[in-house]
């Protein structure tokens, strides 16, 4: 009888140990995400107050700092014209645009960050003065496109002005 619970407990401490070595592995094998934390501040400015735009950016635990592409696309609620801003990288990571606004309404900032064959392209919502009607938008935060529903989507011909 005791050599069969010595037997039970030696299998099941090997169990254990090759699960543990398991998990292990795994969490090394793992690719890290390109990451983009978009942020508007303040998130309700008045107009002429500067307001600033920061993507902080990173792949796994590193600070990207030579992305392929940062590009701010900023519209009002409910305008077909979007501005696109290119952005150049300004510490640790982070792409920043100061910006002001003389027209009031609820406006929105989309990041289009491609960096380590990765794309990501996170949105948000602010206001200048006082709010106008806000888009209907998805429940998430983030927008996923393939390219070619990018390019279609966002396509820069019928823009009047440019």
């Known amino acids: ?77 409910h305008d077909e014209e979007h501005e696109k801003v290119e952005i150049e990288h300004a510490e640790k990571g982070i792409y920043r645009l100061e910006k002001t606004f003389s027209e009031e309404g609820t406006y929105y900032v989309i990041s289009h960050v491609t960096a380590r064959d990765m794309h990501n392209m996170p949105k948000k919502e602010f206001v200048i003065g006082e709010a106008s009607e806000p888009e209907e938008s998805p429940s998430s935060t983030h927008m996923n496109h393939s390219e070619d529903e990018h390019s279609a989507d966002h396509s820069e011909d019928g823009h009047e002005g440019e």
Do not use: H
Not at 4 to 30: D, H, P, Q, R, Y
Not at 39 to 45: D, G, L, R, W, Y
Not at 54 to 60: I, Q, S
């Open 1 to 77: 009888m005791q050599k069969k619970f010595i037997g039970f407990m030696a299998f099941f401490m090997i169990a254990i140990l090759l699960t543990a070595c398991s998990e292990e592995k795994n969490e090394e094998n793992e690719l890290p995400i390109l990451d983009v934390k978009l942020t508007v501040a303040p998130e309700k400015a008045e107009p002429g107050e500067a307001v600033t735009i920061e993507a902080k950016v990173t792949y796994g635990d590193e600070d990207v700092t030579d992305a392929n592409e940062v590009t701010f696309e900023i519209w009002r609620a």
